[in-house]
């Protein structure tokens, strides 16, 4: 089993990895019901024990002693880490591979790219070194940040160049958010230019995210719900978790947003966790989805949305979900797939889903959508719910540039 590490960069890089952390611990807990540390669990987690002096980790297949992420958090403010630090999630990240200042970078990129790159140079390497040591066989690294901010998006893509240079041969899966073009940051889009550059030059793959389309999904699934809040009653399974980890009574603004983030990581990874009837490796993304070195903007799609929020409406069948991954409204950034061409896509099924279902699917969509090549994943078991069935898509699709416009 291969294992992967996570590098949080900024407010927003961490609060979405907070998320993803609260969620994928609950996933394994609901599938592991004999609390041991199976392989599944070391694909992102370690198992310490702190018996030991050095804090050795245990083998797999042992029980379950102390969980620690295999993640790297970095800010340049204090107030989102300590808030991690204090909150329910506090005991599942190695205090050593944490990295803050107090100053922040001023919503300016240079201050994080240029004056931070550099002065936290060595430690931000030590950090990523330490990580990969703790790992039997890297096989990826996961960058979650922002493209509006100073820190997520100078210092991350920093973080990225120093990613390729000391390990050129692992591949690099960047999670970015892009501000809204109503965003109070007047920096913002000057970030998000910059940013893009470093993205196009020293990623393997990109995950776009547009806020204003999480917010449009957000106000569907309000919609949806009649009227309520979203994640405003939430249940003991619900996927809906607070902004630092386990459950809320109450969501602040952008948990929702943030939520559904999380959730694409989650499903993204799973094919590395879990095992599936056509499971596909994390390396057969770029593989796969990337035809030329720089067209790694990968178009993300989830379906059914309002499972992010547990509204209560009947399930859909397969070939409804199909066709919804397919349609505007179920991607995370705002561009219509079906006036584009698609150069390659991923189509990726959790839960109980026969192989014959899929390629009926498959050969459907063919025929909708200017398909040029695809890949067909089968990841089991489902998120939290056994009887569920979610579909999502990666494409590497040409309405990628109007988010570079």
């Keep these: 089993m291969t294992q992967s590490v996570v590098v949080q960069v900024g407010q927003c890089g961490n609060q979405v990895g907070c998320r993803f952390w609260d969620l994928a611990l609950r996933e394994h807990a609901h599938v592991n019901k004999r609390g041991l540390y199976d392989e599944a669990l070391s694909s992102f987690f370690r198992n310490v024990d702190l018996r030991k002096s050095d804090g050795g980790d245990c083998c797999v297949g042992g029980r379950i002693q102390h969980l620690k992420a295999r993640a790297v958090l970095i800010d340049m403010e204090e107030g989102v880490v300590n808030g991690i630090l204090q909150g329910p999630l506090r005991e599942v990240f190695d205090s050593t591979q944490l990295l803050t200042d107090v100053s922040g970078s001023g919503n300016n990129w240079a201050v994080g790219h240029l004056t931070y790159g550099s002065a936290y140079r060595e430690a931000i390497v030590n950090k990523l070194r330490k990580a990969a040591e703790h790992c039997d066989c890297l096989q990826c690294f996961f960058l979650i940040h922002s493209m509006g901010g100073g820190t997520g998006s100078g210092l991350g893509t920093r973080v990225l160049s120093l990613l390729e240079e000391e390990f050129p041969d692992v591949c690099r899966i960047v999670t970015a958010m892009y501000p809204s073009a109503e965003d109070d940051v007047i920096t913002s889009p000057y970030n998000s230019v910059l940013a893009m550059r470093e993205l196009t030059e020293h990623a393997d793959c990109v995950l776009p995210v547009e806020n204003q389309s999480l917010v449009d999904i957000v106000n569907k699934i309000s919609v949806m719900s009649h009227g309520a809040k979203p994640g405003s009653v939430l249940r003991k399974d619900s996927t809906v978790t607070s902004g630092q980890g386990s459950l809320s009574p109450t969501e602040k603004p952008f948990d929702a947003m943030n939520n559904i983030v999380a959730n694409l990581l989650l499903n993204i990874t799973s094919s590395a966790r879990f095992e599936g009837s056509l499971n596909m490796d994390l390396n057969e993304i770029a593989m796969n989805l990337v035809p030329f070195p720089r067209l790694h903007y990968l178009v993300p799609s989830l379906t059914p949305l309002y499972t992010?929020?547990?509204?209560?409406?009947?399930?859909?069948?397969?070939?409804?979900?199909?066709?919804?991954?397919?349609?505007?409204?179920?991607?995370?950034?705002?561009?219509?797939?079906?006036?584009?061409?698609?150069?390659?896509?991923?189509?990726?099924?959790?839960?109980?889903?026969?192989?014959?279902?899929?390629?009926?699917?498959?050969?459907?969509?063919?025929?909708?959508?200017?398909?040029?090549?695809?890949?067909?994943?089968?990841?089991?078991?489902?998120p939290t719910d056994p009887k569920m069935t979610l579909t999502f898509i990666l494409s590497n699709n040409t309405p990628i540039q109007q988010l570079q416009h």
């Design 308 to 382: 992010l929020a547990d509204v209560n409406i009947p399930t859909r069948r397969l070939d409804q979900m199909f066709s919804d991954a397919f349609s505007k409204d179920h991607q995370l950034i705002r561009a219509d797939p079906k006036r584009s061409l698609y150069l390659a896509c991923a189509l990726m099924v959790r839960g109980n889903v026969q192989v014959s279902d899929l390629r009926r699917n498959i050969e459907r969509s063919e025929h909708c959508t200017r398909l040029h090549q695809n890949r067909p994943g089968v990841s089991s078991p489902a």
